[in-house]
């Protein structure tokens, strides 16, 4: 039963409508390079000059995924500016440390921060998508002084997303697959070939069977157990730490994971202009579902 459990928990939140439009070919184009943040090698790929002077646009990937799905972005962006795409410790090329405790969001937020470093740079325009989201968030509000601008895909708020858990029946139910991967040994029914399922262009699809046997799952699913939100849901309390730079949100509004009714009150935790950008017809996966949209939105936000 476990391992039904655990991929009926994978349909659940890959179950959306993926266009296979044209795809850009980077492959060529990028820099490999690696950070170290405390033993921990965190691979990254990087495109384009930008502004020797200017912030780099730093992506951070989500589950289940690597670097590459930011390519749409990353040809159009790269234009201007120095676009950087990390794999996430457990990921593809970077290091795969044992244990839950490894994979806390203060010890990701160091990742980013070790990259950003590699660099030669002091801060960055931080991007990111579900679990590189909420890696974002926590980036910004515990290191405002290296975050430019903030850019989130489909992760709300993690002050929005915990209240909804602890108030609606809808967003407890649609969590169900959280739960799952919380369980232990629920990385055993996980597949690449099934995280890849939702990937319709063919030499991406399999480029991201090739990064996923690389990956760890069960590291991959260490990020739910460390750090999602466990029953029972309560409603957060305390202090809430502001965000201090402008903020651009992007939500595919058919995410059946992530819904949107955790969007609101986000502008009551910033301190800077909150741009929401939500769109119908686009899943969890709104970078690709929507890539021209997204990269136009980004491009134009960044250019004001």
Known sequence: MKSVATHAAI??????SVSAGEEPDILGGVTHAYAGNAG????YVTLGKGD???????????FPDYWYTWRHQMADLSKDYQVVAIDQRGYNKSDKPDGVDNYALELLVEDVAAVIKALGKVKAIICGHDWGGMVAWQFAMTKPEMTEKLIILNLPHPRGLARELATSPEQQKNSAYARQFQKEGAHLALSAEALAGWVKDPEAKARYVEAFKRSSFEAMLNYY???????????????????????????????????????NG?????KKDLT??????????VQQDAADLVTRSIRMWLGR
């Not at 349909?11 to 959306?16: E, K, N, P, R, Y």
């Not at 921990?40 to 691979?43: G, P, S």
């Not at 020797?52 to 989500?62: L, T």
């Open 276 to 285: 929401l950008v939500t769109v119908p017809g686009a899943g969890h996966f």
């Open 225 to 263: 157990k460390k750090n999602y939100p466990r029953e029972p849901y309560q409603l957060p309390d305390g202090p809430v730490t502001d965000v201090l730079c402008p903020v651009l949100m992007i939500h595919g509004l058919d995410d059946t994971a992530l819904l949107s009714p955790a969007l």
């Open 52 to 62: 020797p002077k200017g912030p780099p646009v730093v992506m951070i990937h989500g």
């Open 40 to 43: 921990v090698k965190i691979h």
């Open 266 to 270: 986000t502008w009551d935790w910033l």
């Open 11 to 16: 349909a659940a939140i890959l179950t959306f």
